[in-house]
């Protein structure tokens, strides 16, 4: 097995459906700029009340992802 770097960084994912979605959309945004992405876990969850209901979903991630070789 070929051992692996990785960094770690920090996102915010947020949707107005759900948690699920808020995550999705975190990923879905940094595959734009960050390769090799390989692993998140979510280290905290929000959310917006107005008028009694949950109106937002926040979701905040660490994702790893593996570093190139030289």
């Not at 992405?37 to 008028?51: A, D, K, P, S």
């Amino acid at each position: 097995m070929k051992d692996h770097v990785y960094k770690i960084l920090e996102l915010v994912g947020s949707s107005d459906q759900s948690i699920e979605a808020a995550i999705q959309n975190a990923i879905a945004r940094a595959k734009a700029t960050i390769r090799d992405m390989r692993w998140f876990e979510v280290i905290q969850t929000r959310g917006h009340i107005e008028n009694g209901t949950v109106h937002s979903y926040q979701v905040t991630l660490k994702v790893g992802f593996t570093l190139e070789t030289s």
